[in-house]
């Protein structure tokens, strides 16, 4: 059974591996265009035809791409066409930034992203651009574009992806990045969800769910200070207070997931899906993502997330360096 399948660009069909892949892999594609094969190939000039006549009541107008994403906590869905990030592009970044932008595919399960361009300090900032990704409600490992990483494109397993920014706290400065990316691959009806960034604590308590979270539903909150990160040494931290009283709490139908992320790696901090109140307290210096999975409507199935920066200050700690 013959499928067609649309490639996003910059890739082209891979007629061996039967799927899309990147121009390097296809040698025999010129300009998305396969030339004729063998060197006794002939081509045939079909006498002209005429211009058909276009009825404007069938036509369809393409929607133009969605505007670039350029601020930190931006969200968007995409189908297979292309959509952008450009986040400082040529404009010097700053030290200590922690910048999030959350992708989600309704359709498919997988995307792919494309470093166009790049001013990033290799020196300061390797690893700069870091994409965590989850398949449903499973997390993938995280991948890395940008140097020192030699690869420019990366192929992503899910259908949610948090795409970081991140510069060292004495970095020595570069300029941001543009990438592109789309859904990729089979198409997937993946269950929906809301993804929202929090930089400030002013929704802080948050209450769920919230009329817009309706259904069963796969959510995703990511909590930071101020898109940037805390230096470990003035003692300070961002705490995540998490309390539930959710419905069936045995059977963990509806739960909180809760992980950390500073520099590399995505730490697991746990699942809470009990009915003993104001349970867990968790602390980083970086940023939190919380799955929100709701399994039901009903009104009697409730949690609530509370987040702030802790200081020296308000903990009435002197430091001593």
């Avoid at 189908?79 to 450009?86: K, N, Y």
């Avoid at 300061?124 to 870091?130: F, K, Q």
């Avoid at 259904?215 to 003692?235: C, F, M, P, Q």
């Avoid at 997330?305 to 360096?321: A, C, D, M, Q, T």
């Amino acid at each position: 059974m013959r499928t067609e399948e649309e490639c996003p660009r910059p890739l082209y069909f891979n007629a061996e591996l039967e799927r899309c892949d990147f121009p390097e892999n296809v040698p025999e594609c010129q300009g998305g265009t396969r030339p004729p094969i063998g060197e006794n190939s002939t081509t045939t000039t079909l006498p002209p035809t005429e211009e058909p006549t276009i009825d404007p009541s069938t036509t369809t107008t393409l929607s133009p791409p969605p505007d670039p994403l350029t601020e930190c906590g931006q969200t968007i869905e995409v189908g297979i066409d292309l959509a952008t990030i450009e986040y400082k592009l040529n404009q010097t970044y700053e030290a200590g930034e922690l910048c999030v932008f959350v992708v989600r595919v309704p359709n498919h399960l997988s995307m792919i992203f494309v470093l166009d361009s790049h001013g990033i300090n290799n020196e300061s900032d390797p690893d700069a651009i870091t994409i965590i990704s989850f398949d449903q409600t499973n997390l993938q490992d995280p991948i890395h574009l940008g140097p020192a990483n030699t690869n420019s494109s990366a192929f992503v397993t899910g259908n949610v992806a948090f795409v970081v920014f991140k510069s060292s706290l004495n970095s020595s400065l570069g300029t941001g990045f543009k990438l592109t990316f789309a859904a990729f691959g089979p198409t997937f009806e993946n269950k929906a969800g809301i993804d929202v960034v929090f930089n400030n604590e002013t929704s802080s308590p948050l209450e769920l769910p919230t009329p817009e979270y309706a259904g069963e539903s796969h959510n995703y909150i990511v909590l930071t200070d101020g898109a940037k990160r805390i230096d470990e040494k003035s003692g300070s931290f961002l705490r995540l207070n998490v309390s539930e009283e959710f419905w069936m709490p045995q059977y963990c139908l509806d739960y909180f997931w809760v992980y950390s992320f500073l520099g590399e790696s995505v730490r697991n901090e746990g699942l809470i899906c009990n009915d003993q109140g104001d349970k867990t307290v968790f602390e980083t210096t970086g940023l939190f993502i919380v799955l929100f999975r709701r399994s039901t409507e009903r009104d009697n199935s409730t949690g609530n997330l509370r987040w702030e920066k802790v200081s020296p200050e308000s903990k009435g700690i002197n430091l001593i360096f």
